[in-house]
């Protein structure tokens, strides 16, 4: 017996030692882990760790200074431009090297790699959407410019100068956990990250279920539902605003629209709530006489944060704000002379085109009445732990077939014919963005503004300007297409060259404004320009609602400070509650209600339209007007066969206001005749009941603190390195756009004048390491709407009770 025991504690010791030491698919093995030489044990740090140092490093020209304040944020001071970005890169990958890697790889399609074949759906929509193809385009674009081919090479030396250091104890946590590690960076994954912001806010579409709304419903009802201007409109650049362009004569309308729905497509959505803020007053509005600049971009809000602060500072360069970790550059920030930010244009850049193949063999196309070559892209996936996996993406001159299936026999086409989609994407262009930002980084006035917005391509951006000369500006700049007015609504087909972009509109025409006399310029993803702008840009954008807010408050401020502006970052004020909370109200029965019914209706009533933590007003009408908006729509656009596009917000608040009667609120699947009253009532009963089932009687549990769980998760989902929930004031559709782990990614405001003041805030920290104290130090002043004074550093040895370290990066 005795034997027994020992054979079989002998037996699980080995099996235990051979699992420790052994992956299973995607699951790392332990031991390496558990380590205490090179395990995550030596990623444990605290505050007081970071201190002086001096290292030496090849490829540098003359030695850098980096001072480090009491967030660890790096303020770097180099004698020239090779070294001041070989530096940027070092010391980004200091801090961000994991998270610089898995958005590259994110972004070339490579997570098979790390991960298992759970990610090949990822990874093969990646390759087929072009993002390999796109970044080796911008990246030419890049090595063609003798100034930025060398930013981007120096950028690259320096992160490959971090890694080369590198030991095995000392990769970044994540490496570990996921067994694997760093690799040699490359210049084409700076181009990456650029792709990767494209299609984050340029790479959706709802072309394919606007298509099938069309066929099921026919044009009118697409007339009245979908109109290509909101009835309520508050566009970025003032309403009659001159145009100082003459107009370039415009593409004439195709004579063809393909209207058939490729079943096995599913294609990234149109995100609400991916939006952001930027607004700036003059000097007439503010106290101290000089133009006050904001921007808070909204973006998906992770451990560690999408941006990294940084100061910059070299012969001809001074520059303080926030920097894509893994790009070169500030991207939103200022120097001692002007402050510029940015937000989304969503203007129509991305298309879909029907493709008709020859045969099977997909080696031609029709276009133009006759069949083309296809160039054929051999995409080899490699799977950790399996064989690698070759996808053969199809080339048109649109670019990429995405989604491939089988047309149905017909009379005239007894075979099956291969169909495709393709897409036509500005993301696929050679484009230099890069340059916009080096060239911001260094502007002294508006005319270099005007300068740098030259080279941006994608994604289009609301580029908000303010300058100590006490000018302001806004332009939606972006290299956006030539087209014919809603060219895109819908797929399009592909064999037709009328449906083909003709050009782009020049830079110089893109819609801008310079010191309007309302004193101030803003904008948040609405409509770029009013109706008098002679080129199409989109056919929607983002609600009117949060710009309204911004505009009603810029409007009534004078004497405005830093604080001023950092309270309307904040506004969690609900305009469509303001809009539609009246009419609502008016239609309930209140003598049909039961007690918890009143009670809320009490509630909801005296409300004051703010989405407040501790308020259950935002909770009930938050619900109330969602479940009004589904029952309206329900019964008719919700298929489970193919995706359709519901109505827009803005086209259901005005039948309920002006329409009460319209036949879209009779659900086909009663037998009654159902208006607006009903749809109301029924949406408010069923709201309330579903507080009480989930929450209890008592309003005290239904505030919007418990009803809206937020949370910054970690940037791969890892459980235990996010934030854990908390409670968020907001919505969405309010100026401070709080939901579904999107928000302010940074909130900045810049006080320009004699001597530039910058004050900032991101939801996380600098680290990227869960261990550092530096991963989250920031959080708790983000929470509480708080903004840091930045420390803007004129010159190296300038005194600084703030400077905690300083590492010297001198020539090896």
Same mark, same amino acid.
């Given at each position: 017996?005795?034997?027994?025991?020992?054979?079989?504690?002998?037996?699980?010791? @080995?099996?235990?030692?051979?699992?420790?030491?052994?992956?299973?698919?995607?699951?790392?093995?332990?031991?390496?882990?558990?380590?205490?030489?090179?395990?995550?044990?030596?990623?444990?740090?605290?505050?007081?760790?970071?201190?002086?140092?001096?290292?030496?490093?090849?490829?540098?020209?003359?030695?850098?200074?980096?001072?480090?304040?009491?967030?660890?944020?790096?303020?770097?001071?180099?004698? +020239?431009?090779?070294?001041?970005?070989?530096?940027?890169?070092?010391?980004?990958? /200091?801090?961000?090297?994991?998270?610089?890697?898995?958005?590259?790889?994110?972004?070339?399609?490579?997570?098979?790699?790390?991960?298992?074949?759970?990610?090949?759906?990822?990874?093969?929509?990646?390759?087929?959407?072009?993002?390999?193809?796109?970044?080796?385009?911008?990246?030419?674009?890049?090595?063609?410019?003798?100034?930025?081919?060398?930013?981007?090479?120096?950028?690259?030396?320096?992160?490959?100068?971090?890694?080369?250091?590198?030991?095995?104890?000392?990769?970044?946590? =994540?490496?570990?956990?996921?067994?694997?590690?760093?690799? &040699?960076?490359?210049?084409?994954?700076?181009?990456?990250?650029?792709?990767?912001?494209?299609?984050?806010?340029?790479?959706?579409?709802?072309?394919?279920?606007?298509?099938?709304?069309?066929?099921?419903?026919?044009?009118?009802?697409?007339?009245?539902?979908?109109?290509?201007?909101?009835?309520?409109?508050?566009?970025?650049?003032?309403?009659?605003?001159?145009?100082?362009?003459?107009?370039?004569?415009?593409?004439?309308?195709?004579?063809?629209?393909?209207?058939?729905?490729?079943?096995?497509?599913?294609?990234?959505?149109?995100?609400?709530?991916?939006?952001?803020?930027?607004?700036?007053?003059?000097?007439?509005?503010?106290?101290?006489?000089?133009?006050?600049?904001?921007?808070? &971009?909204?973006?998906?809000?992770?451990?560690?944060?999408?941006?990294?602060?940084?100061?910059?500072?070299?012969?001809?360069?001074?520059?303080?704000? @926030?920097?894509?970790?893994?790009?070169?550059?500030?991207?939103?920030?200022?120097?001692?002379?002007?402050?510029?930010?940015?937000?989304?244009?969503?203007?129509?850049?991305?298309?879909?085109?029907?493709?008709?193949?020859?045969?099977?063999?997909?080696?031609?196309?029709?276009?133009?009445?006759?069949?083309?070559?296809?160039?054929?892209?051999?995409?080899?996936?490699?799977?950790?732990?399996? &064989?690698?996996?070759?996808?053969?993406?199809?080339?048109?001159?649109?670019?990429?077939?995405?989604? =491939?299936?089988?047309?149905?026999?017909?009379?005239?086409?007894?075979?099956?014919?291969?169909?495709?989609?393709?897409?036509?994407?500005?993301?696929?262009?050679?484009?230099?963005?890069?340059?916009?930002?080096?060239?911001?980084? /260094?502007?002294?006035?508006?005319?270099?503004?005007?300068?740098?917005?030259?080279?941006?391509?994608?994604?289009?951006?609301?580029?908000?300007?303010?300058?100590?000369?006490?000018?302001?500006?806004?332009?939606?700049?972006?290299?956006?297409?030539?087209?014919?007015?809603?060219?895109?609504?819908?797929?399009?087909?592909?064999?037709?060259?009328?449906?083909?972009?003709?050009?782009?509109?020049?830079?110089?025409?893109?819609?801008?404004?310079?010191?309007?006399?309302?004193?101030?310029?803003?904008?948040?993803?609405?409509?770029?320009t009013d109706k008098t702008y002679p080129y199409y840009v989109n056919w929607q954008f983002a609600g009117y609602e949060r710009g309204k807010r911004i505009n009603d408050r810029l409007a009534a401020m004078q004497r405005a400070t830093v604080d001023s502006l950092r309270i309307l970052q904040l506004d969690e004020y609900s305009i469509v509650a303001q809009d539609v909370l009246p009419t609502?109200?008016?239609?309930?029965?209140?003598?049909?209600?039961? =007690?918890?019914?009143?009670?809320?209706?009490?509630?909801?009533?005296?409300?004051?339209?703010?989405?407040?933590?501790?308020?259950?007003?935002?909770?009930?009408?938050?619900?109330?007007?969602?479940?009004?908006?589904?029952?309206?729509? +329900?019964?008719?656009?919700?298929?489970?066969?193919?995706?359709?596009?519901?109505?827009? /917000?803005?086209?259901?608040?005005?039948?309920?206001?002006?329409?009460?009667?319209?036949?879209?609120?009779?659900?086909?699947?009663?037998?009654?005749?159902?208006?607006?009253?009903?749809?109301?009532? /029924?949406?408010?009963?069923?709201? @309330?009941?579903?507080?009480?089932?989930?929450?209890?009687?008592?309003?005290?549990?239904?505030?919007?603190?418990?009803?809206?769980?937020? =949370?910054?998760?970690?940037?791969?989902?890892?459980?235990?390195?996010?934030?854990?929930?908390?409670?968020?004031?907001?919505?969405?559709?309010t100026v401070n756009a709080l939901v579904d782990g999107h928000g302010p990614s940074w909130r900045m405001v810049v006080q320009l004048g004699p001597q530039v003041k910058g004050y900032g805030i991101i939801p996380g920290g600098q680290s990227g390491n869960p261990g550092s104290f530096y991963y989250d130090d920031m959080l708790a002043t983000w929470q509480a709407g708080k903004l840091d004074?930045?420390?803007?550093?004129?010159?190296?040895?300038?005194?600084?009770?703030?400077?905690?370290?300083?590492?010297?990066?001198?020539?090896?």
């Amino acid at each position: 017996m005795k034997f027994f025991k020992a054979l079989l504690s002998f037996a699980v010791t @080995v099996a235990l030692l051979w699992a420790v030491q052994t992956n299973f698919g995607s699951i790392p093995a332990i031991a390496p882990l558990l380590n205490p030489v090179s395990g995550f044990w030596q990623n444990a740090e605290n505050r007081t760790e970071v201190g002086d140092d001096e290292i030496s490093l090849p490829g540098l020209t003359e030695e850098v200074t980096i001072k480090f304040d009491e967030r660890r944020i790096p303020h770097i001071f180099a004698k +020239n431009n090779h070294d001041l970005y070989y530096a940027q890169g070092y010391i980004t990958a /200091r801090d961000r090297l994991w998270q610089m890697d898995i958005q590259t790889r994110s972004a070339a399609g490579r997570l098979c790699e790390i991960v298992g074949d759970k990610a090949l759906e990822r990874d093969r929509t990646a390759r087929r959407m072009g993002m390999g193809y796109g970044a080796e385009n911008t990246l030419k674009c890049i090595m063609k410019d003798s100034v930025m081919s060398k930013v981007i090479n120096a950028y690259t030396d320096g992160i490959n100068a971090y890694i080369a250091g590198l030991d095995e104890k000392d990769y970044p946590l =994540e490496f570990k956990l996921m067994g694997y590690k760093p690799e &040699p960076w490359k210049p084409i994954n700076c181009a990456f990250l650029l792709k990767l912001m494209s299609q984050t806010l340029a790479g959706g579409s709802d072309q394919f279920a606007m298509t099938n709304t069309l066929q099921l419903f026919g044009a009118d009802v697409i007339k009245e539902l979908f109109p290509d201007r909101p009835v309520r409109d508050e566009p970025i650049i003032p309403t009659g605003t001159k145009w100082n362009f003459k107009p370039l004569i415009l593409p004439q309308p195709s004579k063809s629209f393909t209207a058939q729905m490729n079943a096995a497509a599913n294609p990234q959505q149109k995100v609400e709530g991916i939006g952001s803020n930027n607004w700036a007053i003059s000097g007439s509005k503010s106290a101290n006489g000089y133009p006050i600049l904001a921007n808070d &971009p909204h973006l998906n809000l992770t451990f560690p944060s999408i941006w990294y602060q940084i100061q910059m500072s070299a012969p001809g360069v001074n520059v303080y704000g @926030v920097s894509l970790p893994g790009a070169p550059c500030v991207v939103i920030g200022f120097n001692n002379k002007v402050s510029w930010g940015v937000t989304n244009v969503d203007a129509a850049v991305l298309d879909w085109y029907q493709i008709k193949f020859r045969d099977t063999k997909k080696n031609e196309y029709w276009y133009n009445n006759r069949w083309n070559k296809v160039t054929k892209r051999i995409e080899a996936i490699v799977i950790k732990g399996k &064989p690698t996996v070759y996808d053969t993406v199809l080339y048109t001159h649109h670019g990429p077939v995405v989604y =491939e299936t089988a047309a149905k026999k017909t009379k005239n086409a007894p075979a099956y014919i291969p169909v495709g989609n393709a897409l036509r994407w500005i993301a696929h262009d050679e484009s230099d963005e890069f340059k916009t930002f080096y060239l911001l980084n /260094r502007a002294t006035n508006y005319a270099d503004y005007r300068k740098a917005l030259q080279y941006y391509s994608a994604p289009a951006q609301n580029f908000i300007f303010a300058d100590v000369n006490k000018d302001i500006s806004i332009t939606p700049n972006g290299k956006i297409p030539l087209k014919y007015f809603e060219q895109g609504k819908y797929i399009m087909d592909g064999s037709d060259p009328g449906n083909d972009w003709k050009g782009f509109i020049p830079y110089t025409h893109n819609p801008t404004v310079k010191n309007p006399p309302r004193g101030f310029v803003s904008s948040a993803n609405q409509f770029s320009t009013d109706k008098t702008y002679p080129y199409y840009v989109n056919w929607q954008f983002a609600g009117y609602e949060r710009g309204k807010r911004i505009n009603d408050r810029l409007a009534a401020m004078q004497r405005a400070t830093v604080d001023s502006l950092r309270i309307l970052q904040l506004d969690e004020y609900s305009i469509v509650a303001q809009d539609v909370l009246p009419t609502m109200l008016a239609y309930l029965d209140t003598t049909k209600l039961d =007690e918890s019914q009143l009670h809320a209706y009490q509630i909801v009533k005296s409300w004051d339209k703010h989405y407040a933590v501790n308020s259950a007003g935002p909770s009930i009408f938050d619900g109330w007007w969602r479940k009004f908006y589904s029952m309206t729509w +329900n019964d008719r656009f919700n298929s489970s066969k193919i995706p359709l596009r519901f109505p827009n /917000r803005d086209v259901t608040e005005q039948l309920l206001i002006k329409q009460p009667k319209s036949k879209w609120f009779d659900n086909q699947h009663t037998p009654i005749v159902e208006t607006a009253a009903e749809v109301v009532n /029924r949406a408010f009963i069923e709201t @309330v009941d579903n507080l009480v089932r989930d929450h209890g009687k008592s309003a005290k549990n239904w505030t919007w603190a418990k009803l809206k769980p937020f =949370e910054v998760s970690h940037l791969a989902g890892l459980d235990g390195f996010g934030s854990g929930n908390f409670a968020t004031p907001g919505t969405g559709l309010t100026v401070n756009a709080l939901v579904d782990g999107h928000g302010p990614s940074w909130r900045m405001v810049v006080q320009l004048g004699p001597q530039v003041k910058g004050y900032g805030i991101i939801p996380g920290g600098q680290s990227g390491n869960p261990g550092s104290f530096y991963y989250d130090d920031m959080l708790a002043t983000w929470q509480a709407g708080k903004l840091d004074e930045l420390l803007f550093l004129t010159a190296p040895r300038e005194p600084s009770k703030r400077i905690k370290a300083e590492l010297k990066l001198t020539v090896d």
